[in-house]
Nanobody, 121 residues
Framework: QVQLMESGGGSVQAGGSLRLSCAASAYTGSSYSMGWFRQAPGKEREGVAFIDSTGDTNYEDSVKGRFTISRDTAKDILYLHMNNLQPEDTAMYYC???????????????WGQGTQVTVSS
């Protein structure tokens, strides 16, 4: 069983930056792919970025060039560096762990509780 806890959300103005962190209760480095997802009110949960067990990454088109996913396998912490934030990035952000590296949230087995990101114009 893997427990995940996100932190680092907050309120920023457009153009600002935030770094989200996701701490895992158990070792995930070589076993799981990790992803960041977000859900805005009234919308479905969508994949933002993932990193697999080899370190390969992929991003949703709207965040490419602005967001960077990384992981510290020694500390079992997943990060999402978000630059040039825009109002449309406003959502609850979740980290997840699973055996398949994908932007589709369905295969992920373990989820955190989420951290809110609010971007004002």
């Amino acid at each position: 069983q893997v427990q995940l806890m996100e932190s680092g959300g907050g309120s920023v103005q457009a153009g600002g930056s935030l770094r989200l962190s996701c701490a895992a209760s158990a070792y995930t480095g070589s076993s799981y792919s990790m992803g960041w997802f977000r859900q805005a009110p009234g919308k479905e949960r969508e994949g933002v970025a993932f990193i697999d067990s080899t370190g390969d990454t992929n991003y949703e088109d709207s965040v490419k060039g602005r967001f960077t996913i990384s992981r510290d396998t020694a500390k079992d912490i997943l990060y999402l560096h978000m630059n040039n934030l825009q109002p449309e990035d406003t959502a609850m952000y979740y980290c997840a762990a699973g055996s398949i590296a994908t932007l589709d949230p369905t295969p992920y087995s373990y989820w955190g509780q989420g951290t809110q990101v609010t971007v004002s114009s």
